[in-house]
């Protein structure tokens, strides 16, 4: 039987999931220790309670941010029909209109991955992580046929995809270019169609 959580550890979670929130809505550099700990329903003072630095609070978020999205997207191959491939249910609800506009709940890869070089070691490392285990779902989702090595092209494209997608501010322009994407890889990668 698990023990409950302590009054500690779930404002700790609540702290955690805020700024796994704000990373992927404003960025890194975007992201404050009092917005956070506002958004978590605490006060300023409480932040050093529970971490050491703003920075080891970016890691774990973008960590959380990273399990929680990866989590949506093996709900999404769980769920998916007989008929779809694994690569094909992650290319579309990835370069979907849905992932689009939800940038805060989104992949933190695709949110923050211009800004990681520019971080604190710990922080480049948790976000290093992220982007090898999104490579390394896309990796999973392969059929047979296609080489191990086509997961960072694919991953690459449906990044760098969704970004450009949000930035062109047009939403028709935008569902243009996620659709172009998702018709390219599906037509290069996903031989069980």
């Known amino acids: 039987m698990d023990k409950p959580l302590s009054r500690r550890e779930i404002s700790h979670d609540r702290i955690v999931e805020a700024a796994s929130r704000a990373i992927r809505r404003s960025g890194y550099a975007g992201t404050g220790v009092a917005d956070i700990m506002r958004e978590a329903g605490l006060t300023h003072g409480g932040f050093y309670a529970h971490f050491e630095s703003r920075d080891a609070l970016l890691a774990e978020a973008v960590a959380r ?3 929680d999205s990866a989590a949506l997207v093996e709900r999404r ?3 998916r029909s007989k008929d779809t491939s694994a690569l094909r249910a992650l290319i579309e609800g990835y370069l979907s209109e849905t992932h689009l ?3 805060e709940t989104g992949c ?3 949110a923050l991955v211009s800004e990681i070089p520019r971080q604190a070691p710990e922080v480049r490392e948790a976000s290093a992580e992220r982007v090898q285990a999104l490579i390394d779902r896309v990796r ?3 059929p047979p046929s296609v080489k191990p090595d086509a997961a960072g092209v694919i991953t690459s494209t449906m990044v760098g995809a969704l970004q450009l997608a949000r930035a062109l501010g047009d939403e028709k322009q935008a569902r243009a270019l996620l659709k172009s994407a ?4 599906l037509d290069q990668y996903d031989t069980q169609a």
């Open 77 to 79: 191959a769980q769920n």
């Open 182 to 185: 998702r018709t390219a890889l």
């Open 108 to 110: 933190v890869v695709s």
């Open 65 to 67: 941010a990273g399990r």
């Open 140 to 142: 999973r989702s392969l």
């Open 101 to 103: 506009t939800s940038a």
